[in-house]
């Protein structure tokens, strides 16, 4: 099985050691250690890591993130109330999505507004 170092986990995911350690303080990951008392990271860490940066990313807060690695780690017992976390959070995206969707035409709106505008100053330049 492969096992990873801090910096190279950090690196694949552009981010920091330190962010790294505060998701284990937050209980979000839990990495093994070397003999030595470094961190070593599995593969399952780097995919629990990876489900909480979409998470994250996705504009889910850190104590439903936290939430759902304790469901985790609670067990299948648990999977129902899992399955909510993430139907819920898609929702909440999706919701997300229709807002953004709603900027962007705005936003087309006003560059087509502005091209135009740009045309009919350039043409009249033109025919000065």
Partial sequence: MERYSISQVAKRFGIEPHTLRFYEKEGIISPGRAPSGVRVYSEEDVSQLETAMCLKSTGMP???IKRYFQLVQ???ATLDQRLDIFKDHRE???EEIRVLHKH???IDHKIGW???FVRE???RTEEE
């Fill in 104 to 106: 962007l035409e705005k």
């Fill in 92 to 94: 909440r995206v999706l």
């Fill in 62 to 64: 850190l104590k439903e």
């Fill in 74 to 76: 609670a067990g299948d």
């Fill in 121 to 123: 100053r350039q043409a």
């Fill in 114 to 116: 502005y091209q135009s």
